[in-house]
């Protein structure tokens, strides 16, 4: 069964930078079509920040669009979010999800100065 474990999150400034991470194990991302990172914000729903299909498609919603990248290592079974110009209504916990799968646990991003 494929677990997920997202590292990477922190306190940054407006305008900073982090790099999150989801280590795969359990499972060969080879052979996993969508990832997904997804974040959810206190007092609000669970939303989409990126996707990433085997076929090289990418999707990014409008507020992180230009500023996120995700991207996937099949040597390293890994799913990387690098996150550049990071806002304040950026903070939420940040999860790493196979398409119709598992979640990981999360990991809290703080974008404050």
């Given at each position: 069964q494929v677990q997920l474990v997202e590292s990477g999150g922190g306190l940054v400034q407006p305008g900073g930078s982090l790099r999150l991470s989801c280590a795969v194990s359990?499972?060969?991302?080879?052979s996993i079509d969508i990832m997904g990172w997804y974040r959810q914000a206190p007092g609000k729903q669970r939303e989409q920040v990126a996707i990433n299909a085997s076929s090289g498609r990418l999707n990014y919603p409008d507020p992180v669009k230009g500023r996120f990248t995700?991207?996937?290592?099949?040597?390293?079974n890994a799913v990387y979010l690098q996150m550049d110009n990071l806002k304040p209504e950026d903070t939420a916990v940040y999860y790493c999800h196979q398409y119709m799968g598992p979640w990981g646990q999360g990991t809290q991003?703080?974008?404050?100065s």
């Open positions: 359990g499972g060969s991302i080879f995700i991207s996937r290592d099949n040597a390293k991003v703080s974008v404050s």
